[in-house]
């Protein structure tokens, strides 16, 4: 008996048809940024980089007093200055202008990386928890709220409550320890 190639490709179709439908999709989502002001651990660890950058902004704030000085002298003083000298005086004070910006893109990156390296920890036991739920509710995909990515979705299907209330247990159980 043989088959046309139509007829196999339709038995193809209609059995990979049935393994699609055999497979169901659960889908879930969560709220990262309810997650992350919601741990204590996410705010201790925002408070702390608060208290580093402190360092960072009176560094700049130096610099720019310090530049708004320079400013200041060359305005009072170039009525007196040759000309020399003030095309000197603004020079040095590009260079300087130069300088602040660069100091401050070094420290912006600084920041950024420190902000990383403090809530690291924290992200990677949330991401730890959603797996764990993930796993336990057989879900096969779970997106993120706060990450804009949802438009609009059913409330029933935000973990994010769970997330919470997983890692306060953690916490609470970690401090009893």
Not at 92 to 118: N, P, S, T, V, Y
């Amino acid at each position: 008996m043989r088959r046309s190639p139509f007829v196999v490709a339709m038995m193809v179709l209609t059995l990979a048809n049935g393994a699609v439908q055999a497979q169901t999709v659960k889908i879930a989502y969560v709220n990262s940024q309810q997650i992350l002001a919601s741990s204590s651990e996410a705010t201790a660890a925002q408070e702390q980089f608060g208290q580093e950058m402190e360092a960072y902004q009176a560094e700049i704030q130096g610099l720019e007093e310090e530049l708004n000085g320079m400013a200041q002298r060359l305005e009072q003083q170039q009525l007196t200055l040759s000309p020399e000298a003030r095309q000197n005086r603004e020079q040095q004070l590009q260079a300087g202008i130069q300088e602040m910006q660069q100091r401050a893109a070094q420290l912006e990156q600084l920041a950024e990386q420190r902000r990383g390296e403090l809530l690291q920890p924290v992200m990677d036991k949330i991401t730890g928890v959603i797996e764990a739920l993930r796993e336990e509710g057989q879900y096969s995909l779970i997106l993120d709220l706060g990450a804009g990515a949802i438009i609009s979705a059913d409330t029933t299907l935000d973990l994010s409550q769970q997330v919470i209330d997983r890692l306060s247990q953690a916490t609470d159980t970690g401090a009893s320890r």
